[in-house]
T-cell receptor
């Protein structure tokens, strides 16, 4: 069975600090996809990134970066120089290939204080 | 941009009522989903549909049914609402996945419907 663990329930940082959100996954499939979504206080989940299991390249998008390591089954998300607008709940999700279903982690609530 | 619209932001219903939650997407996506979100439990899949008139059970389908008569609309039905169905309900859509995968496309979510059953 597939599983996603976001061990950090809540994180609080001060603006301009760097912060890393952890995501550890379990799957028996060799083909799978990993996602990060952001849910701001307004409530609408927004897609941030997708990675497939064959692409371990790290990715950077502005202040956001993602570190995918199959050896440790982790797909961590780092925000550099955090801003108040980064305050949100962040979800990591795993989809197995073929007919597998998506599984979401429980989410990490990030609060960035001015 | 994809727009997923849920008909109500807040709903208050009484125990035993039949409740309809409506969701419409405007990007011609094949796949549509209903999740519920509860504190500490993340998002849990209730039902999904990969085509008109097709539906598949998710992880927690008990007490719910769905209807997809048109491609753009996916309705969640609570046959007889109960207090344990008080929750945030999220609708999502996605385009076809690569190959046979329904699940490898990013989900586009609506704003959610916060349902309270009293």
């Amino acid at each position: 069975a597939q599983k996603v663990t976001q061990a950090q329930t809540e994180i609080s940082v001060v603006e301009k600090e760097d912060v890393t959100l952890d995501c550890v996954y379990e799957t028996r499939d060799t083909t799978y996809y990993l996602f990060w979504y952001k849910q701001p206080p307004s409530g609408e989940l927004v897609f941030l990134i997708r990675r497939n299991s064959f692409d371990e390249q790290n990715e950077i998008s502005g202040r956001y970066s993602w570190n995918f390591q199959k050896s440790t089954s982790s797909f961590n998300f780092t925000i550099t120089a955090s801003q108040v607008v980064d305050s949100a709940v962040y979800f990591c999700a795993l989809s197995e290939g073929g007919a597998g279903k998506s599984t979401f982690g429980d989410g990490t609530t990030l609060t960035v204080k001015p | 941009d994809v727009k997923v619209t849920q008909s109500s932001r807040y709903l208050v219903k009484r125990t035993g009522e039949k409740v309809f939650l409506e969701c419409v997407q405007d990007m011609d996506h094949e796949n549509m989903f209903w999740y519920r979100q509860d504190p500490g439990l993340g998002l849990r899949l209730i039902y999904f549909s990969y085509d008109v008139k097709m539906k598949e059970k998710g992880d927690i389908p008990e007490g719910y049914s769905v209807s997809r008569e048109k491609k753009e609309r996916f309705s969640l039905i609570l046959e007889s609402a109960s207090t344990n169905q008080t929750s945030m309900y999220l609708c999502a859509s996605s385009p076809p996945g690569q190959g046979v995968g329904v699940w490898n496309s990013p989900l586009h979510f609506g704003n959610g419907t916060r349902l309270t059953v009293t």
